[in-house]
């Protein structure tokens, strides 16, 4: 069914709130070619959201700014939309519909302690508008890819000081520095996973001389 090259889509929310319910305000997503992590393509968008169900001090984090947002910002319904489509241009996984047995494609998501944050809440978005997501329910973590990473390289320690994408940015150096917005935050997870991975490469061929 699929005769396109694998492709995993980083993903990031920035939301007004820590609750799981706090409006979404901002997402942005990158697709690679998996393994080479060559970018392909990329969104970025701004939601409306209303005031009151915002906490501030979030927003303050979030670089929030009312002429921007006024500006720029999507529908909630409209931003689901688009983000499905960019979803859809992407699928590369294959599943079979239990109902009818056919198959069909969705995007297999990445990004930076995802599966407790970012995923669910993209679920709730989608499911407030009665859209299907077109995406694996469980992404590829790189904050667990980079727990790993410490754990199997112990002449490593001592480590960051922790394990938040602004300390792996310091400790590793990245060119692209997290700053609570979605597209930098993005940037930074898909560069973190890609200096991984370059590393085990080095690391096995090195082994295998």
């Known amino acids: 069914m ?41 969104i970025d968008m701004k939601l409306e959201f209303a005031m009151k169900e915002a906490d501030p001090r979030f927003l303050g984090v979030n670089k929030f700014s009312p002429t921007v947002w006024e500006k720029y910002a999507l529908p909630e319904r409209d931003a689901a939309a688009k983000l499905a489509a960019f979803l859809r241009r992407h699928a590369t996984t294959e599943r079979t519909s239990p109902k009818t ?52 390289n112990q002449a490593l320690q001592p480590g960051p000081d922790n394990f938040s994408l602004a300390a792996l940015a310091d400790y590793f150096r990245l060119a692209t520095q997290p700053d609570h917005t979605a597209l930098s935050d993005v940037r930074a997870t898909v560069e973190l996973a890609r200096l991984l991975a370059e590393f085990h490469r080095i690391s096995a061929t090195a082994a295998a001389a």
């Open 2 to 42: 699929n005769n396109v090259a694998s492709r995993t889509i980083y993903i990031d929310i920035e939301s007004a709130g820590r609750a799981r319910r706090a409006p979404i305000i901002e997402l942005a997503a990158i697709a690679v070619e998996s393994g080479s992590y060559r970018e392909l393509d990329s």
């Open 101 to 152: 047995g056919k198959p069909y494609l969705v995007a297999q998501l990445a990004g930076f302690n995802s599966n407790r944050f970012d995923i669910p809440r993209l679920e709730q978005l989608f499911q407030r508008h009665k859209l299907f997501f077109p995406a694996c329910r469980r992404s590829l973590c790189v904050m667990q890819k980079t727990q790993w990473f410490f754990e199997d």
